[in-house]
């Protein structure tokens, strides 16, 4: 297997949460119906949470953007709403891809990890070629 592209991204925590609380705000349904129900089942800050996924959204596309050097872009700058992170019941985070994104990339293997540290959500994005079967 060989590695295609690594992207890296960070959110400020702050800023984010204030993003999501400015009166008449629609930021929150960027966020799949999975990431809100799954953001609010967690203990701890919300916004937090949903600054981390955001991240592993930009870390993606940024994967993706750095394996295309060179080449004209294939994807609009929207295609970070095609990008869901969910996790499972022990909070590992997966990548889930929807529309031209997962036509684009859907063939590839995600790696991503988010992390948080005082006010900074972060996430890394590894894409992968996944192995012949």
């Given amino acids: 297997m060989s590695v295609v592209g690594v992207g890296i991204d960070m959110v400020s925590v702050p800023e984010f949460s204030e993003q999501l609380s400015t009166p008449g705000s629609t930021f929150i349904g960027h966020f799949s119906v999975g990431e809100r129900r ?50 499972d ?25 988010l992390t948080h540290d005082g006010d900074m959500a972060a996430a890394v994005a590894v894409l992968e070629e996944r192995p012949a079967d």
């Fill in 89 to 113: 019941a022990h909070g590992r985070p997966r990548v889930r891809l929807h529309g031209d994104l997962a036509n684009a990339i859907g063939h590839l293997q995600i790696h991503v990890s």
């Fill in 38 to 87: 799954d953001v609010a089942d967690r203990t701890g800050d919300g916004a937090r949470n949903l600054a981390a996924r955001w991240a592993a959204r930009e870390a993606v596309i940024k994967a993706w953007s750095s394996s295309r050097f060179g080449l004209p872009p294939l994807l609009p700058e929207t295609a970070v709403n095609e990008v869901e992170i969910q996790t």
